[in-house]
């Protein structure tokens, strides 16, 4: 199983957020790759850099003018600000948005939804190019490899069609699945994580042609909010197309592996012909942000029944922060899932 990577993706490096009314450093770190890296390299995984495939996949599944804006905002931002720290304090009204601001203070909080993506100097270098290694290795997937693995960092299921949230900007899984659509009429992302893959639910929310199962702790209250309830399952022609697992906050490892498995029967009946898997360590028990009692074990055997689906798939790297076990973790779950493709 070969992963891909760019080391560009270390370039986005942000010190600290705003959360729950106060300042706290930012857990979506440079180092969260280099030692899923580093594993990768111990194990004998062959990384490779992905090709450049531009902008045009992104923009297959958020708006041109989000991905335009990204790429200069912090320069913008700087010539316009100085040294302040670029976190949006003005957003739009919901009945009554209004029109988008030609400053980059109300852009940035047109474009940014909560305060947890900070700018920094790199940060449009390291999303493309994250962007890039979740294209390229779908690409891999659509010329006939049956198992890619996309150390995609900084992350990007909570990045909605045209809204940065969660530590997110550009959506890596749905951008790979969208890659798939080319060759496979039924494609799935299925998101496990400790948080709602709720950017992924508003990009396929109203397509029957992208499933999407997000397993993930009852939203109602816990980070991301807002999306990812049970009775959410679509709209027009996506009706029937969403399927929310809801987590109780606390659930146990073998409670995580019940609501697991009725995600992986719910792919199969759907019918599905290639899947992305939004892979996240931050369900271990140990996560600085986890609610759920995962371990090496549990992933394990997620991966393994991943693999024994039978399905094309593309692994994307979602969360998964600084706690003792994200290497082990990343480790017993690709070597797991290696082992079982048998490759």
Sequence with gaps: MKAIFDERQLKHNPERYFRRGAYMPHPEQPERAILIRDMLIKNDFPIETPQDYGLDPIKAVHDEDYVEFWKDAYERWVA???????????????????RRSSSIFGQLGWYATDTSVPLTEGTFEAIYWSAQTAIEAAERVVAGDRLIYGLCRPPGHHAMTNGANGFCIFNNAAVAAQVLRKKFDKVAVFDIDTHTGNGTLDIFYDRSDVMVCSLHVDPDNYSTFYLGYPDETGEGDGVGATLNLCLKSGSTEDEVLVRFREGVEALKANGTEALVISLGFDMAHDD???????????FEVMAREIVRMGLPTVLIQEGGYLGPSLSDNAEVFLTAARDEAGS
Excluded at 288 to 298: A, F, I
């Design 288 to 298: 600085p942000l986890s609610e759920v009692g995962m371990t090496g074990k549990g």
């Design 80 to 98: 316009e600000a100085g040294d302040a720290e670029p976190i949006p304090n003005y957003h739009p009204g919901r009945k009554h948005p209004g």
